[in-house]
């Protein structure tokens, strides 16, 4: 059984910063690509950011420059660094993780909400 567990969301100001972490744990022998999704209210869930285990990164157009992806391979944790949040940025943000062997999971996700 895979565990996501998910932390860092709140309120935060336009401007502001979040800091989202999500550690994986159980059954990850083959823990691949980890990454960020997002789903705002009547909007279909979109890409943020992923990270490949090398560390390669790919990035949604419109966090680019503002939103950092990381992780930390020993810990099995995956982190998004959110600068220079906008309004538009509130939605619920669902950490996904895949697997060499067995199919992704989501994780519960957490509300980040900026105020304008």
């Known amino acids: 059984q895979v565990r996501l567990v998910e932390s860092g969301g709140g309120l935060v100001q336009a401007g502001g910063s979040l800091r989202l972490s999500c550690a994986a744990s159980g059954n990850i022998f083959s823990l691949d690509a980890m990454g960020w999704y997002r789903q705002a209210p009547g909007k279909q869930r979109e890409l943020v950011a992923t990270i490949t285990k090398g560390g390669i990164t790919n990035y949604a157009d419109s966090v680019k420059g503002r939103f950092t992806i990381s992780r930390d391979n020993a810990k099995n944790t995956v982190f998004l660094q959110m600068n220079s949040l906008k309004p538009e940025d509130t939605a619920v943000y669902y950490c996904?993780?895949?697997?060499?062997?067995?199919?992704?999971?989501w994780g519960q996700g957490t509300q980040v909400t900026v105020s304008s």
């Open positions: 996904n993780v895949e697997f060499r062997l067995g199919l992704p999971r």
